[in-house]
């Protein structure tokens, strides 16, 4: 049991919602726990799979969203991510209207180098998500993409230590938070292990910050998105937020 606690956790994302709950199931979550946000996982080729949601879904959640506005952050992977970056707008002229649910934006790069285009990867954004946070998954290959982007082509960034993967592995080490940024923590976190996890972050962040859980939310056999699991995570991360 924690003695004392550093309240530095601002949102607790919960990352994965697909087909296997209903969109309106959020709902009562987000009511309870007002500093969730729930992380949808976005892929031209794997929609509807497991943890990506179909098209048919993303349309139900935004009928949802429009009645309650409870935070959403879209998780871009695979084509639509490596367009992005070379300044092709594909998944926006796709999806439309629905990326006005998402309050931010995470692109996941899964530890392949990506090609980049500077100045065309800035201007789409500044088109498209002008006032939308950025969260770029530091995972150990895409660095010089975030810092690029942040210091000198003005865009609102903001770092994910993610080492991971999607595979649910902590990390000997947490990274040390930057000075004077917010940043998110992923990798490995569960509802059993949050507790031990965080005492162990919150030596290396003063926060603000926030946390990201996919995996180990989810079923044995990885087909559902574990809304018990999810509440018990944000039961045990609820101590630390401010």
């Not at 940043?183 to 030596?203: F, H, T, V």
């Not at 996919?214 to 401010?242: G, I, M, N, Y």
Request: charged fraction near 25%; glycine fraction near 8%; charge should be positive.
């Amino acid at each position: 049991m924690v003695e004392e606690t550093k309240k530095i956790v601002r949102v607790v994302t919960v990352t994965g919602a697909d087909d296997s709950v209903r969109p309106e199931e959020l709902i009562s979550i987000a009511r309870e726990y007002p500093f969730v946000e729930f992380g949808i996982l976005l892929s031209k080729t794997q929609q509807g799979g497991k943890r990506f949601p179909s098209k048919d879904w993303l349309e139900e959640l935004y009928i949802v969203w429009r009645q309650e506005r409870f935070a959403l952050s879209g998780h871009l992977c695979g084509a639509w991510v490596r367009n992005l970056c070379l300044g092709m707008p594909t998944f926006f002229d796709e999806f439309g209207y629905m990326s006005k649910m998402f309050g931010r934006f995470q692109l996941n790069f899964h530890a392949e180098n990506h090609r980049v285009n500077d100045r065309k990867f800035a201007a789409l954004i500044k088109q498209y998500l002008p006032s939308t946070p950025i969260i770029f998954q530091l995972d150990g290959a895409n660095e010089k993409i975030f810092f690029a982007m942040s210091k000198s082509l003005g865009i609102r960034t903001f770092p994910l230590f993610d080492q991971s993967g999607g595979i649910g592995l902590l990390p000997k080490e947490w990274p040390y938070q930057f000075p004077n940024k917010y940043c998110g923590y992923a990798g490995g976190l569960s509802p059993d292990n949050l507790q031990r996890e965080m005492e162990r972050i919150s030596k290396v962040a003063s926060g603000p910050i926030w946390i990201d859980a996919e995996t180990l939310l989810r079923s044995q056999d990885d087909k559902v998105f574990d809304l018990e699991k999810v509440r018990r995570f944000l039961e045990a991360a609820k101590p630390w937020v401010k």
